[in-house]
């Protein structure tokens, strides 16, 4: 039976527990594996290899991407520093300019040193990737809406280039989810996430996906899962399965929260720029529309001149400050000095990171409980 996305959620990857009826796939807290004589496993090893709760969870993701492999990781970056393996000296990457600050770093802070390249381009305006282009580039690794400023790229478009090109086209799918897009259907080779995330949705674990359709693109990777070993443990594998079972409900309460208070903001006149591909007004929101059943809820806004950001973050009484997002809590960050600080101030006022943005990952608390906060946080927070 071909179930729906709130259905797979539930059900998908490996249901419940065929040995005792246990509705729940059990935690397999085990470094390592019997085996019944020289060379005669029962389909496991050593629990780096394999694992059967992170097995459960990497179906999972994947039937949720509609992929056909997934790999779970112990972080976000364990993911993107696997994906990263695949490529060699001389190999080049075109990246969008609003990628994560972390995958920035890795990228120009360890990988470079293997000789690895990388090309910056705004990835919303295909004709960059088209002109960045040459022999060497190996792929295109995008983020959309890409961190902070939550920039649209047209996934199809790229995918076209790179199939054309015989490019990889990586995309980072962390804001969105799965439940919300889904870059493989609209051709691209590999999904990343930051499972830490929407996926875990609870702000209590730390976990990274990788998934694709390809078969020898997969084993390559199991290869360098096994052999670099950032893998998930199993007890984190079993809390990621339970967060993901309400991933629709709680995303579709993030969306009508942030459709919501992104609204509030742009007639609040608190504001003179409000980022969120959800507003009719935003240059990614026809592309938004097309390639994805939602415009998440991640919203960044600058204060008017007449408030001070360094005394609106100190007068918010919910709303909290810290880095990460998607858990149930709202969470608010400034992006210049937390999670993009790693990015030299010369690329991140280039690219549009201005020293006042104010980045909001929106909860699913009551909407109009954080609308009252931030209000009131702004009104104190006035020069
Ligand atoms: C957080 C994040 C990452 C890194 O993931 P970790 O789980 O923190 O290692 C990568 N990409 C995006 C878009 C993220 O938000």
């Not at 973050?313 to 998607?326: H, M, N, P, V």
Request: one cysteine or more; charged letters at 25%; hydrophobic letters at 40%.
């Amino acid at each position: 039976m071909s179930l729906h996305k709130n259905s797979l959620l539930i059900h998908g990857g490996i249901d419940g527990d065929e040995k005792t009826g246990a509705v729940n796939v059990p935690v397999y807290q085990t470094s390592t594996f019997k085996q019944d004589g020289l060379g005669k496993d029962r389909g496991w090893e050593y629990s780096r290899t394999g694992n059967p709760t992170r097995a459960a969870l990497e179906k999972l993701v994947a039937e949720l991407e509609q992929g056909k492999y997934g790999l779970a990781f112990a972080s976000g970056l364990a993911a993107i520093d696997t994906v990263l393996s695949l490529f060699g000296r001389g190999d080049k990457l075109i990246i969008s300019d609003n990628i994560y600050g972390g995958t920035f770093r890795i990228l120009e802070q360890v990988f470079t040193r293997f000789g690895i390249e990388y090309v910056i381009v705004d990835s919303s305006d295909t004709s960059q990737i088209v002109d960045a282009l040459d022999d060497t580039v190996k792929a295109i690794y995008i983020e959309t809406p890409a961190n902070p400023l939550l920039t649209v790229t047209d996934i199809e478009a790229v995918a076209e280039i790179a199939k054309r090109e015989n490019k990889l086209l990586i995309v980072d799918n962390t804001f969105l989810t799965p439940y919300l897009q889904r870059p493989l259907t609209l051709g691209a080779d590999i999904v990343i996430h930051s499972g830490t995330k929407y996926l875990g949705g609870h702000s209590d674990t730390v976990s990274g996906f990788v998934v694709v359709k390809d078969e020898e693109l997969a084993q390559r990777l199991y290869f360098l899962q096994n052999s670099i070993g950032g893998v998930l443990a199993p007890w984190d594998s079993f809390l990621m399965i339970r967060g993901i079972k309400t991933l629709g409900v709680r995303m579709d309460r993030h969306v009508a929260n942030a459709q919501k208070i992104a609204g509030w903001l742009t007639q609040s006149g608190f504001v003179s720029k409000v980022y969120y591909p959800g507003l009719e007004s935003d240059a990614g929101y026809e592309v938004q529309k097309k390639q994805a059943d939602g415009p998440g809820a991640m919203i960044s806004f600058v204060l008017d001149q007449k408030y001070d950001y360094r005394t609106f973050f100190k007068k918010l009484k919910i709303i909290t400050l810290a880095e990460s997002l998607g858990g149930v809590e709202s969470l608010v960050c400034h992006p210049a000095t937390m999670t993009h600080a790693a990015i030299p101030a010369e690329i991140r006022h280039k690219v549009g990171i201005a020293d006042e943005l104010i980045r909001l990952s929106v909860g699913i608390e009551d909407a109009d409980d954080l609308i009252e906060d931030l209000k009131q946080a702004i009104e104190a927070s006035k020069k």
